[in-house]
C-alpha cells in the first residue's frame, strides 16, 4: 500500500526546508512523509480528495466528510484535484502552527470561503459551523446555540459594511480585535463548556 519512493525528492525537502527550516526537523518532514505515504491507496503517488477524507474522518468520532472537504481545497494549492506532499506539509505547517497571525488569518478564511470569490457569505460560514459541530460531535453552548445563531454572531461582529458578506479585509481586520471569534474558527467552536 502506498507510493514506493522512501523519501521525498531532494527538490521538495529543499523547497520544505525553505519554508519549514523554523518549525521542523529533517526528521519530522520524513516521519510526515511516513504518515502521508501510508494514506496513499495502492498505485497513488499524491492523496486524492476520498482519499484525504479517508485519513481526515478517521480523527474524529463524528461525520467529517463536508469538512475535510474543505480543508482539502485550502490544501490542494495549484486545483489540480489531488495534495501531493509539499502541498501536503504547508497545509500542516499553515494550520496546525503558531505562525504570524496574518498567515493563520488567510488559511482560515480560505477555508470558510468556499467558492473562492473573495467573500465569506453566511451560507458559507453556516455550513462550516454545522459541519465542524458534526465531525466534532460537539454541543453548542452559551447564548449561541446553533449554528445559525453563530453565524450570526459572527456576521454581527465581521461585516463591518453590513453587505451579508465579509471580505479578507473585514475578516483579518476584526479578528485582530475579537480573539473569542478567533477560537469558533478553529477546530471545535461549539467547545462544551
Known amino acids: 500500500m502506498g507510493n514506493k519512493s522512501s523519501l521525498p525528492s531532494p527538490r521538495t525537502m529543499k523547497e520544505l526546508r525553505a519554508v519549514l527550516s523554523d518549525e521542523y526537523t529533517n526528521e519530522e518532514i520524513l516521519g510526515w512523509f511516513e504518515q502521508y505515504k501510508a494514506s496513499l491507496s495502492r498505485g497513488e503517488s499524491k492523496l486524492t480528495m476520498e482519499a484525504f477524507i479517508r485519513v481526515y474522518s478517521r480523527l474524529f468520532e463524528g461525520e467529517a466528510s463536508n469538512f475535510a472537504e474543505q480543508v482539502f481545497r485550502v490544501f490542494d494549492t495549484d486545483g489540480n484535484g489531488v495534495v501531493d506532499f509539499k502541498e501536503f506539509?504547508?497545509?500542516?505547517?499553515?494550520?496546525?502552527?503558531?505562525?504570524?497571525?496574518?498567515?493563520?488569518?488567510?488559511?482560515?478564511?480560505?477555508?470558510?470561503?468556499?467558492?473562492?470569490?473573495?467573500?465569506?457569505?453566511?451560507?458559507?460560514?453556516?455550513?462550516?459551523?454545522?459541519?465542524?459541530?458534526?465531525?466534532?460531535?460537539?454541543?453548542?453552548?452559551?447564548?449561541?446555540?446553533?449554528?445559525?445563531?453563530?453565524?450570526?454572531?459572527?456576521?454581527?461582529?465581521?461585516?463591518?459594511?453590513?453587505?451579508?458578506?465579509?471580505?479578507?479585509?473585514?475578516?483579518?481586520?476584526?479578528?485582530?480585535?475579537?480573539?473569542?471569534?478567533?477560537?469558533?474558527?478553529?477546530?471545535?467552536?461549539?467547545?462544551?463548556d
Not at 504570524?100 to 470561503?113: G, I, P, S
Request: hydrophobic content about 35%; proline content about 4%; charged content about 30%.
Open 89 to 192: 506539509m504547508m497545509g500542516i505547517y499553515v494550520s496546525g502552527s503558531p505562525l504570524e497571525e496574518d498567515m493563520k488569518l488567510d488559511w482560515a478564511f480560505k477555508m470558510y470561503d468556499m467558492n473562492g470569490d473573495g467573500y465569506i457569505t453566511k451560507d458559507e460560514m453556516k455550513f462550516m459551523f454545522t459541519s465542524i459541530c458534526r465531525m466534532t460531535l460537539a454541543q453548542i453552548s452559551g447564548n449561541n446555540s446553533t449554528p445559525e445563531e453563530l453565524t450570526d454572531y459572527f456576521f454581527e461582529r465581521f461585516d463591518e459594511d453590513n453587505d451579508n458578506r465579509i471580505s479578507n479585509k473585514e475578516f483579518v481586520s476584526r479578528a485582530r480585535n475579537h480573539r473569542e471569534i478567533i477560537h469558533m474558527l478553529e477546530i471545535n467552536p461549539c467547545p462544551d
